[in-house]
């Protein structure tokens, strides 16, 4: 049974710093991508972060690059979602998801309904 359990969600003032952790377990972690996903009360989900656990490669919307940061320890099988200097915008329902169907292509990577494993969701708050 496949299980990612998003952490770290909070409430910070804006300019704050909070990282998130999703721990993956019951697949095969490494021949995947992992993601970041946003909804904010009344808007569309948003593709945050997506990592290639595999290569590395990392992809971000323009609206966090520079200030978010996704990683992964393979070791633990935990991708995390570092973010800086978060804007009031930023709050929402922070999800994690997994892809295991084959590669994504340009900014394929942003669309949700591509990703077949996704967690409960941790909430970030953000004030003004």
């Known amino acids: 049974q496949v299980q990612l359990v998003e952490s770290g969600g909070g409430s910070v003032q804006a300019g704050g710093s909070l990282r998130l952790s999703c721990a993956a377990s019951?697949?095969?972690?490494?021949?995947?991508?992992m993601g970041w996903f946003r909804q904010a009360p009344g808007k569309e989900r948003e593709g945050v972060a997506v990592?290639?656990?595999?290569?590395?490669?990392?992809a971000y919307a323009d609206s966090v690059k520079g200030r978010f940061t996704i990683s992964q320890d393979s070791a633990r099988k935990t991708v995390y979602l570092q973010m800086n200097s978060l804007k009031p915008e930023g709050a929402a329902m922070y999800y994690c998801?997994?892809?295991?169907?084959?590669?994504?292509?340009?900014?394929?990577?942003?669309?949700?309904?591509?990703?077949?494993?996704w967690g409960q969701g941790t909430q970030v708050t953000v004030s003004s």
């Open positions: 998801a997994a892809r295991d169907r084959g590669p994504l292509y340009g900014g394929s990577w942003s669309n949700g309904a591509l990703y077949n494993y």
């Open positions: 019951g697949y095969t972690y490494s021949s995947n991508y």
């Open positions: 990592i290639n656990i595999g290569g590395g490669v990392t």
